[in-house]
């Protein structure tokens, strides 16, 4: 099956400057890759995500980018605020309709820190 | 979202005790699912739907058996509570929005003892 992994684990940053999270994963029929934040006490929330036949998106100051040859995709966060701070989740499916979106392989998380 | 609501959202139990987790939902999901979510692990698939009385295995089912008698409702039951079960689970739903956004509720901590 799919394994999805992420790093790094944790993520500190100033306000202001730019974070980067970044994922693989294995199975190359993966086409549909979301990003999902993850406040204290509820439950993730999507903030962007991309599909196999683009390499960016981007979305204010929230950009990904997918590799597919390298099976990798990273989540972009510039002039990050306080309120960034979350744990975000990156997951991979193999997207085709009906169910087939939403049955997600997970990466394990990353807690970021936004100081002010 | 507010579309989806768990309950309890919290439970603690005994070994060997069964233990059913609710999700209902407003927004007209057509598909619902279970996750878990564990340190280390991220979210997890338990079960998922595709309609009513319409469901299937997800990577980590052994255990667990799901229910859907109509569209607004998804329940999880732990037949038999292991300590290997303590976890937060999440519904969620899609199948509104965006093609594959999937709608969670606020979860629902377990605790087995």
């Known amino acids: 099956g799919e394994n999805v992994e992420q790093h790094p684990s944790t993520l500190s940053v100033q306000e202001g400057d730019s974070a980067v999270i970044k994922c693989t994963y294995s199975?190359?029929?993966?086409?549909?890759f979301p990003w999902y934040k993850q406040e204290l006490g509820k439950g993730p929330q999507l903030i962007i995500d991309i599909r196999s036949n683009v390499g960016e998106k981007k979305d204010q100051r929230i950009a990904v980018t997918l590799n597919k040859t390298a099976k990798h995709f990273s989540l972009h966060i510039t002039e990050t605020q306080p309120e960034d701070s979350a744990v975000y989740f990156c997951a991979a499916s193999k997207g085709a309709g009906g169910t087939s979106y939403g049955k997600l392989t997970f990466g394990q998380g990353t807690i970021l820190t936004v100081h002010p | 979202d507010a579309g989806i609501t768990q309950s309890p959202r919290h439970k603690v139990t005994e070994t060997g005790t069964p233990v059913t987790l609710r999700c209902h939902q407003t927004e007209n999901h057509r598909y619902m699912y279970w996750y878990r979510q564990d340190p280390g692990h991220g979210l997890r698939l338990i079960h998922y739907s595709y309609g009513v009385k319409d469901t299937d295995k997800g990577e980590v089912s052994d255990g667990y058996s799901v229910s859907r008698s109509k569209t607004e409702d998804f329940l999880l039951t732990l037949e038999s509570a292991t300590s290997s079960q303590t976890s937060v689970y999440f519904c969620?739903?899609?199948?509104?929005?965006?093609?594959?956004?999937?709608?969670f509720g606020e979860g629902s901590r377990l605790t087995v003892l």
């Open positions: 969620a739903g899609s199948g509104t929005g965006e093609a594959g956004e999937l709608f």
């Open positions: 199975d190359s029929a993966s086409n549909y």
